[in-house]
């Protein structure tokens, strides 16, 4: 047995969708613990392609169990709208429990989510407009409506009827919008709730009860380490905690169930939105890796900034999350590199400098220390084995592995199932008998 938690090691879209799908396979239970429908995950099983953004990727497995945790935030619609689009392509959702103490995303959290991105100018964070910050401030200055509450028609009126028009007031006074009408919005949500009324529970006590069979779970973390509210780079980050030590306040469960953290991480870099980006390329390279790549965001469809892997925030995730060990994603996008660079260390006011700065103007002004080594060019999308690849890209992967000071224990070199390569399973493999900086396995 073992509980595993699966985390992005960047900015997100590491390809945690894909790593996810791949260990839910030896999972009895999936919890997603934090994010919203800001979050997407891509996974692609034989000719199908999945995007899902709030259900858990177990959802394709009919054997496992999947938790929406507290520490999410929920837009019943979007989520809605996923389950009919899963249940088209013949995968059941019977399966899927939501957290009843999840908060709720409301409409006028998407439209002062908007509002508020558009009137900082210049000061953009970046966000998708997809009201997820404005429900975690709710959620922070308990005035948020929860799952539960929409299980409550009666309490659901009381608590909406307030909150709707205290918003309204915010809408017109601040943004000049139009107001919400408060009754077609609680008759909206109420038929909502009866469509997800099946599927709501006491999600921590589910998770202990799993716990105390001794189940297999698997936490899966949206977005990335460098995204997180507390430790990412700050204030171009998300509005809830990505990191490892997020999936016990998320999921209702205490440190001591963790029994393993996986990191993912793209064998290049990539960022959505605004935010320095020390490797960012920005030239032929750059859209060379985003073509090559397809790198535009599965929930908004934005296209995502390109750079040389970063070995300094990788250090740094494996510091913030305890990482045991990695998965490396989209090795195959370098197949054609001459030459491949990583960012070993940074050059700040004139200092060498190895460890990721916490000030917001420092990291702004980082200048990239790179080591240089050259590309394989051939392919390696059907190599399913260490020996199967060339020796320069097992070479590039001792790099990484000795840069971040962790073993690898899965390669991807595709989005597909089998285009993979896994070193050791790490639920059900011995820990840290992986693929280490000197190619012992």
């Known amino acids: 047995m073992a509980n595993v938690v699966v985390i992005g090691a960047q900015w997100g879209d590491e390809g945690k969708g894909k790593i996810t799908d791949l260990l839910s396979k030896s999972a009895d239970v999936v919890v997603r613990y934090q994010g919203g429908v800001n979050a ?57 429990l939501i957290s009843e103490t999840a ?18 100018g210049t000061h953009k964070i970046g966000t998708t407009g997809r009201g997820i910050g404005p429900t975690y401030a709710d959620k922070s200055e308990r005035t ?50 009866e469509r997800l009324r099946p599927h709501v529970v006491d999600s921590s006590l589910r998770i202990y009860e799993a716990v105390r069979q001794r189940r297999n779970i698997l936490f899966e973390g949206a977005q990335g380490t460098l995204l997180d509210l507390d430790h990412g780079t700050y204030p171009y980050v998300t509005s809830s905690n990505p990191v490892a030590g997020g999936a016990c306040v998320g999921s209702g469960i205490g440190p001591t169930i963790i029994d393993r953290v996986i990191g993912v991480a793209k064998a290049y ?14 030239g032929t390279i750059g859209e060379m890796l985003c073509d090559r790549g397809a790198e535009f965001g599965t929930t908004t469809g934005r296209k995502r900034r390109c750079g040389w892997f970063d070995a300094v925030i990788g250090r740094y995730a494996v510091r913030i999350n305890g990482l045991d060990c990695l998965a490396i994603t989209k090795l195959d996008v370098l197949d054609e590199m001459e030459e491949i ?17 916490s000030n917001a103007h420092r990291f702004a002004s980082c200048k990239p220390i790179y080591k240089t080594v050259p590309g394989w060019r ?29 073993p690898i224990a899965i390669i991807s070199l595709g989005a597909s199932r089998d285009q993979t390569i896994i070193v050791e399973d790490p639920i059900h493999g011995p820990k840290r008998a992986l693929l280490h900086a000197n190619g012992a396995a």
């Open 144 to 193: 948020g409506i929860r799952i539960i509450d929409l299980m409550e028609p009666e309490a659901l009126r009381s608590r909406l009827n307030w909150a709707i028009n205290y918003k309204n007031v915010i809408l017109e006074k601040l943004y000049d919008l139009p107001p919400l009408d408060p009754k077609a919005v609680i008759e909206e949500y109420l038929q909502y709730a």
């Open 341 to 357: 660079k990583v960012c070993v260390a940074y050059e700040i006011d004139g200092q060498y400098c190895q460890d990721f700065p």
């Open 103 to 120: 908060h709720v995303t409301m409409p006028y959290h998407r439209l002062i989510d908007r509002a508020a991105e558009e009137r900082r």
């Open 269 to 282: 870099t990539t960022r959505v939105g605004e935010g320095p980006f020390p490797t960012e390329l920005n």
């Open 378 to 406: 051939q392919s390696t999308e059907n190599c399913r084995s260490l020996e199967d690849l060339p020796q320069r890209a097992l070479d590039y992967l001792k790099l990484l592995a000795e840069l971040m000071e962790v």
């Open 40 to 96: 997407g995950h891509t996974v692609v099983v034989k000719d199908q392609t999945f995007k899902l953004h709030l259900i858990p990727s177990g959802i394709l497995y009919p054997n496992t169990e999947c938790i929406i945790g507290s520490g999410t935030v929920i837009d019943p619609k979007v989520l809605i709208e996923e389950l009919d689009q899963v249940e088209a392509l013949g995968i059941s959702t019977q399966n899927l």
